[in-house]
């Protein structure tokens, strides 16, 4: 039988990716959607958490869709009601509420986790096959993509824990910290900060083990989320957010979209869930905060929407 889940923020990633991808499983159906502004026609529709959790009793899953700072006071409720949850990436706002989350979850004896949809990419388990019996001499990340095109009217990147450019470039270090056999560490990291953002609009990433990164939010035209590898053997290539993988400049697998990848986070929820187990990996954002405590920061030309 499908279990009831709700989804929490009726935005953008709940619109393109969650309600579509539930939609599609016989796992799962969309009980509930509690949001200020928006809901899922057919479906019940709360306007805040608490009047849902005393309404919603049956509906055990909890996938919360909001930006990062607002999340922890959701997560946080919807755990002490005995709720499991899923969360958005990046987890939190902070590692530490992450932790108080994971700490709460545990005493509850429910489910939470951290989900990283990137790493559900089609050619991401190819490429952590194909990296396993090789040593990485260095690589490099170039995640460049139009905030204007992929935010539009999302303050809340440049606010403070809004990530800014490490909202997409996260993704790519999801993908990093799960298919490298070794794990690396940042040295080093510019940050280009527009005059009117609390948050990065750029960034420039060195790592232990010779891998670097280059995120920006600036491009326009064609969008590059790509990771180059080479080796002792070989150079291998993802492309397109980790959907294909190219090895020795040829394409091996894989395909120009992330479809597959919110149906396999819930079809991962449901496996979690029905064995009474937690996933809560925090590797990609302590990457994340270490180039944010690490970063020689400047100040660039102020973010025209
Ligand atoms: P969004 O559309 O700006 O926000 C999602 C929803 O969160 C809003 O519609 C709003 O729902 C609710 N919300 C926003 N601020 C809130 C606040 N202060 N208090 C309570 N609720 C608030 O953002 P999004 O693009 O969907 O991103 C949400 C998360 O998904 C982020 O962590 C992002 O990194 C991740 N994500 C986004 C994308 C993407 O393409 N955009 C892709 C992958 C992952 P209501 O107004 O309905 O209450």
Redesign the pocket.
Known sequence: MARRIAL??????????HVPALAASPEWELAA??????GVEGVEGFRDLETFLDARPDVEVVSL???????FA?AQAALEAGRHVML???PGATLGEVAELERLAREAGVTLYTTW?SRMARAVEAARDWLSTRTVMCAHITWREDVRH??P??H??FEPGG?GVF??G??ALSILTHILPEPVHVTSAELDIPANCFTPIAARLSFSGGISADFDWRQEGEQTWDMDFDTDDGQMSLRHGGNEIWIEGERVTGSDSIGGEYPALYARMAELVATGAREVDLAPMVHVADALMLGRRQVVAPFVP
């Open positions: 929490v923020g009726v935005g953008k990633i709940a619109r393109d990716q959607t509690v949001s200020r502004n928006a869709c909001l930006p990062p700072v607002p999340r959701h958005e990436k990046p949809h992929w935010h009217g999302q809340w990147v990530f909202d997409p996260i993704n």
